[in-house]
């Protein structure tokens, strides 16, 4: 497993850009839970966000793709509204040790 954050360097209703090796990964928290996922619009399978660090639409209540605007569920990652509708964001699985952040690595993507 790899440590990827310690929890309290996201706030509360905020969320952050991580990197991860190779991968680019988001951090929303969202009434006291940590949600993590892979940093790729189903869309056109690019980053979501235009400025860093802000994945979260106006009322922070859904992870906005800046690009084109699609809207995914904090807490599941499925896109409701846009042009991936009906797809959803890959959630990353961790654990929590003492404050810290783990995940097993992602398998690579073949060529
Ligand atoms: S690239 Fe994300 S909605 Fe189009």
Not at 33 to 50: A, D, M, S, T, V
Not at 56 to 83: K, M, N, V, Y
Request: proline share 7%; with cysteine; glycine share 10%.
């Amino acid at each position: 497993m790899d440590q990827i954050c310690r929890i309290d360097e996201i706030e509360e209703g905020q969320s952050k850009g991580l990197d991860w090796g190779e991968h680019k990964l988001i951090a929303v928290k969202h009434q006291g839970q940590l949600y993590l996922y892979l940093n790729r619009c189903p869309h056109r399978g690019i980053p979501l966000e235009w400025q860093p660090d802000q994945f979260l639409d106006l009322e922070r209540q859904f992870i906005q793709c800046s690009t084109h605007g699609a809207l995914f569920r904090i807490e599941t990652g499925d896109c409701i509204q846009g042009p991936c509708q009906g797809q959803a964001l890959q959630p990353i699985e961790f654990s929590l040790r003492d404050g810290e952040v783990w995940a097993d690595p992602i398998p690579s993507e073949p060529n």
